[in-house]
């Protein structure tokens, strides 16, 4: 460890915290449609309105995943300027 520096550790936490951010997003998106799934078939059949309701969780859970993944690329993005720089 004695040739690493602290600004390279501190990139790699960043990136492993990024990353968890993105597994985390993507295993709320899984449970949270499993979830949907159960009660809306519940009774043996999906309406109209419980499919738009499924529509609507995972529009907003793979933005939540977009959002995870954007924020890991612009991580990456501005340390590799960083090191350009220096």
Excluded: F, M, P
């Excluded at 993507?26 to 738009?52: F, H, N, P, R, V």
């Excluded at 793979?62 to 995870?68: F, L, P, T």
């Excluded at 993005?77 to 350009?84: A, P």
Aim: glycine share 6%; hydrophobic share 40%.
């Amino acid at each position: 460890l004695a040739g690493v520096s602290w600004a390279d550790v501190e990139l790699g936490l960043k990136i492993i915290s990024s990353a968890l951010s993105i597994i985390v997003a993507i295993i709320t998106l899984w449970l949270t449609i499993k979830a949907w799934y159960k009660k809306a078939s519940a009774d043996g059949k999906i309406t109209k309105e419980e499919i738009d309701e499924g529509i609507e969780i995972a529009t907003d859970g793979v933005s939540d995943v977009k959002s995870a993944v954007d924020k890991t690329e612009k991580t990456i993005e501005d340390n590799s300027k960083g090191s350009k720089e220096k």
